[in-house]
């Protein structure tokens, strides 16, 4: 008899919970929702200008440019790949010239006005030279001079900024870095 009472309100309860369990795993079953499609990243030019300057005065400036879209990194490279004798018989090569890698993150956000024009760069640079006789003393082979520069710095589009600057320690001479960041449409 309580076997027959138990299947009777389970019966009824399915009668009357039935339409909505269905209703629930009609719910459930049903495609999510998309999410709504981040806006895709912009396009950058990035002018790179290194100067160098001497007793306050600028005698050269260098310009290269590299176009990047935001979360992308990109290289520039241009020099010479000078042999060098390691050991009798054996030749390596060493770069020498401009060197310089960039990372770009695009800051824009639609809620806060003022990160609408800036991006997040990442730079390493290196430029590598030949030394001029008179700082190389009195070895055979040439000397190359080294200035790195690396950064991470948040920049303005369409304002220069500086990057870095470093010393020439053999000479009265500074080279500087400095990169000016242009949104392409």
């Not at 042999?83 to 993150?105: A, F, H």
């Not at 700082?135 to 303005?156: D, H, K, L, W, Y």
Request: net charge positive; proline share 5%; charged share 25%.
């Amino acid at each position: 008899m309580l076997r027959k009472i138990v299947v009777a309100a389970a019966l009824v309860a399915s009668l009357m919970l039935g339409p909505a369990a269905i209703r629930v795993r009609a719910q459930d079953s049903a495609p999510a929702k998309a999410a709504p499609e981040a806006e895709p990243g912009h396009a950058y030019r990035l002018d790179f200008t290194i100067n160098e300057i001497e007793d306050g005065k600028k005698i050269n400036s260098r310009q290269y440019q590299m176009s990047l879209n935001s979360s992308d990194q990109s290289q520039l490279k241009i020099g010479t790949r000078v042999p060098v004798e390691v050991k009798q018989s054996e030749i390596q090569y060493l770069d020498v010239g401009t060197t310089i890698w960039c990372r770009l993150r695009d800051r824009t956000s639609h809620d806060v006005p003022w990160l609408q024009n800036d991006v997040m760069l990442n730079v390493r640079s290196e430029l590598s030279n030949f030394a001029i006789p008179d700082q190389q003393g009195q070895r055979m082979r040439p000397a190359i001079r080294q200035m790195n520069i690396e950064s991470n710095v948040i920049a303005t589009v369409g304002k220069p900024i500086a990057i870095g600057a470093v010393d020439d320690p053999n000479s009265k001479r500074q080279f500087q870095l400095e990169v000016m960041v242009t949104k392409l449409k």
